[in-house]
């Protein structure tokens, strides 16, 4: 935690939308206002985080030496206000307490300060699961340690930006699903539970995906029913999940209003990008994934005397991804119990290949361009290491018991 406060800069300006992050937040945190859909971005917040004592050029922008916008040519919309409210909802209500214990310049510092409590949270959650996953503690610390020096985290944890939320809203969705919905009994009773929990996570963002592929790879393989039983209840959970979601969705829009995008990102997005083949999209993600923990855009606020375990953490998710198959495929052949941490890491490998694929579906269905970053990985990258390092150490503990097992040691004997 020590690494990343060291490393915060109050007055650094984030490429990655967040200018409207801060506007979505600032309307709610001053004005007690949801914003419409697709709202314009408001004048004064634009000021406050363009406008400090480092003000920022932008293309049709400049900011007065008083920290006044001048030659304002920019009538925006907010693209982040597509997105439910309850990141900046929570985060709003969090800053209240934040600005009561740490003196704030401005908004733009307090919205920050903010977030920075989130990635907290996230190492914090982080330590919880692993333990209760079965990690040994000095193992579960050396995760978080990597993960707190790792240049994605630190960099989502000092900006503004809903990343490292996701991640904490993913981790928190797995451990109340191990702690209090993987006993249950009654079928009706958990799907209603896990449906809801999963569509209260996916409310923050769509990356937040990955808790509904994990939870249903889970189920899949973890549950003792015959297939076609355990491929049904998936599909109902997912189905539940969506329905729930999408009646969230059309609740909380049609009361706070809003319309149509003006299309003006596609548009940008287009004009950069243009139409790429699938296979050159997918090769885009994996490049992403495999530069997502060390690429030097992370590193402008990171000294390069620090450990540099984080670099090899995309390496080591394939690495135990592969493992992972080669264990279910033998556990399943020959009728071995696959062990709940190892279900839920299959979950993450699944969603490795999955997420990319529905995202490049869901694109293509709303004609925009295929448009990835590195950082949507923060939740994926931080997930599968403590998953991964959990299904390793169950694997482990499983193969011991079976080599100290009375029904073995009597076949040999």
Request: charge should be positive; glycine fraction near 6%; hydrophobic fraction near 50%.
């Amino acid at each position: 935690m020590n690494n990343i406060a060291q490393r915060m800069k109050l007055d650094y300006h984030s490429p990655y939308d967040e200018h409207t992050h801060f506007d979505y937040w600032y309307k709610i945190y001053q004005w007690n206002k949801v914003p419409a859909v697709y709202e314009r971005i408001d004048n004064r917040s634009l000021e406050i985080w363009a406008c400090g004592s480092t003000p920022v050029v932008m293309q049709g922008m400049t900011c007065s030496p008083s920290g006044k916008i001048e030659n304002n040519n920019w009538s925006l919309e907010n693209t982040a206000s597509s997105y439910l409210p309850t990141y900046y909802l929570l985060t709003a209500w969090l800053s209240s307490a934040v600005k009561a214990l740490v003196p704030v310049d401005n908004d733009f510092h307090l919205a920050k300060l903010t977030n920075m409590v989130w990635g907290f949270v996230g190492l914090l959650l982080m330590a919880v699961l692993a333990l209760h996953l079965g990690v040994p503690p000095l193992l579960a610390a050396m995760l978080v340690a990597v993960t707190a020096q790792a240049p994605i985290y630190v960099y989502m944890a000092t900006v503004f930006n809903p990343e490292v939320f996701v991640l904490v809203a993913v981790l928190l969705g797995i451990f109340v699903y191990v702690r209090f919905l993987y006993p249950l009994q009654n079928q009706a009773v958990f799907l209603a539970c896990a449906s809801l929990l999963s569509a209260l996570v996916l409310s923050v963002k769509p990356t937040a995906l990955l808790l509904v592929v994990i939870l249903g790879v889970s189920e899949l393989l973890r549950t003792p029913l015959p297939w076609r039983q355990r491929l049904l209840r998936v599909l109902v959970y997912g189905l539940c999940t969506v329905l729930i979601y999408a009646a969230m969705v059309a609740a909380i829009n049609g009361v706070r209003g809003g319309g149509p995008s003006d299309g003006s990102m596609r548009d940008m997005l287009i004009r950069r990008l243009g139409d790429r083949s699938f296979f050159v999209n997918m090769n885009m993600v994996y490049a992403q994934f495999t530069h997502s923990t060390a690429s030097p855009g992370w590193r402008t606020l990171i000294d390069w005397n620090l450990p540099h375990a984080f670099m090899y953490l995309p390496t080591y998710i394939l690495i135990l991804s592969g493992l992972s198959l080669i264990y279910l495929v033998i556990a399943l052949s020959k009728g071995i119990a696959v062990t709940r941490q190892a279900a839920l890491f299959a979950g993450s490998a699944v969603a490795f290949v999955a997420l990319p694929l529905f995202l490049y579906i869901y694109l293509r269905l709303t004609h925009f361009p295929f448009f990835f970053q590195a950082r949507y990985f923060l939740p994926y990258l931080v997930t599968s290491a403590l998953l991964g390092t959990a299904f390793v150490v169950s694997v482990f503990r499983q193969v011991v018991t079976w080599h100290r097992s009375p029904a073995r040691l009597a076949d040999h004997g």
